[in-house]
């Protein structure tokens, strides 16, 4: 029997009849947006499946429409709070295509800067504030202690420090752009303004705290890794997929994109579990007629997949630890060494998406070190940052790697510019089928007898914060609900109820 | 609002910080946001401006070094229209995971200022009262109507701390 996109056996409800049961959690708390996991129990009281519920709609695009194009950096990095580079730097590679111009070399490089700080903090807030409570408190511990107060208790340090590494990427954010959030400073055709020599010097004064708490950060979860989590890497989310994302020239980890795609200068790749290439060298433009979307009658949030494969054998994972599998190396020094290390614990391509939370340290370094390379390049100051130009192309596609994974926009302009029609494929959504896979993985091994242990409800939800979901912070009003348990008969009757909170 | 005892000013440091959040593109939602925008462009002496989409992590550190905050947020039914004290008491129930994430509380951020560098600000709170929530720029009535009320407000605030300082 084949597997739905959202991991249950058959990919029809399971909740249909009366020997069923539905255990849900209403919203799953620390990660980005509002959402909700259901448990569905066959008739035996085992799961069948688990599913990750968006109950938020997204509607920036059709808000988009009838906008000007140069306009849509500024407008999509206020989808979201958390990483609103990565939106305005998709949009203003869109933007580019449009005027069909080639940026100047130091405006890529200014650019390349703003989306390794993005990284950077974005990483930061997911180890050291959202997930690592879980794993220096224990999964058992009081819901109420185990946060970011919990962890103040635990390890006063270690809080600071992730609000340092966040502080670093958000100062060079401020430096290159003038503002920590939504920076109108990365515009189609380059940047606005280039970088001091004072600027400069101020973000090479702020590398060597950074590559500090970098390296205690993994020492810290490699310890953990090698004495406390080890069912962790085999039950949460361990399973073959394909991985997804930019790679640069030679193969070399990327997160902005090469220039021209192809495979000799980089592009996007598909890599198995058994290290075998499905596809590679390309190119973002084509996006549609590799990707397709599956659609779920109780999500919001689409089901993408590799439309040859289909939607079982095609489905992906993005992010961190997709850009490790799917790299030849990093290119640089300290987080070539980490790599290693991590195919050494994981092998050559990591199936166990409890590994995301390495990848993130281990990309934290990466981006330290091409900071540094970059800050020092000689033209890094360099005036020539923007070319102008008008409307040449009605159409295009750009892309990036966001801290979650790959980010596509695409546009279609008419001939004043205007938006007429706008499709964004987000990090989050491509994870989708990976996140159901992983919460019905946690849910079969944990769940027994219909016990409602915390301690279940903590795996489930800390699978999920595997991926660092970003589901559109599109309001911060909304959203301030308890932990909500449910267990729900199948004639929808409510069995049993839990708060949290 | 008296200054705080023992509280040494760090040169350079603006004395009073302004918290306005919010999403600008979430119709009335924004409102904090964009006042936080329009004060910042008034450039007043001795206050410090932020404006975000919703409270991170990293707000407690400027809070940390300053007397004074004030947060101006929307708020969805709620009514009058006032500067209001906001206290954390650490007796108070835990407000849960849910609220410890990717946006907290200000009286989180007010805790964690305290706990973490060693020095909480006093604080206030205003919240605008709004009534639309869609995706979209522009105000409801209502909130436009509050708008010049609240500028007023913080701007009051800002020169009475200024002048006891």
Redesign the interface.
Known sequence: MADSPDGTRDGTPTATNASHRTITIDPVTRIEGHAKISIHLDGTGAVETARFHVVEFRGFERFCEGRHFPEMAAITARICGICPVSHLLAAAKTGDKLLAVTIPPTAEKLRRLMNLAQIIQSHALSFFHLSSPDFLLGWDSDPAKRNLFGLMAADPDLARSGIRLRQFGQSVIEVLGGRKIHPAWVVPGGVRSPLSPAGRDQLLAGLPEAFAIAQRGLALFKQLLDTKLAEELEVFGNFPSLFMGLVGADGHWEHYGTPDGGSAAGGLRIMASDGSLVADGLREDDYASFIAEAVEPWSYLKFPYITALGPMAGRYRVGPLARLNICKSIGTERSDRELLELRQRGGPVVTASFLYHLARLIEILACLEQMEQLLASPDICDAHVRVRASLKAHEAVGVSEAPRGTLFHHYRVDGDGLIEKVNLIIATGQNNSAMNRTITQIARHYLSNGNLSEALLNRVEAGIRCFDPCLSCSTHAAGQMPLQVQLIGADGGLLQERFRG | MKPIPGMKRVAGIKPLLLIG??????QD?GLGWHIAMAIEALDLPGLQV?????????L??PMALAEAVVFVD???GIAPLALKPLHHNPQAP??????????LTPQ?LL??AG???GHQPAALQLLVP?QW????EGFSPCAAAALPTAMALVVGWAGEESRRA
């Open positions: 959040y919010g999403n600008p593109l979430r939602d932020l404006a975000a989409q919703q409270l991170t992590q990293e407690a550190a929307a708020a969805y835990d407000p849960g995971p849910q609220t410890w994430s990717h946006q989180a805790m964690l706990e973490l560098y709004a929530d869609g995706h979209g």
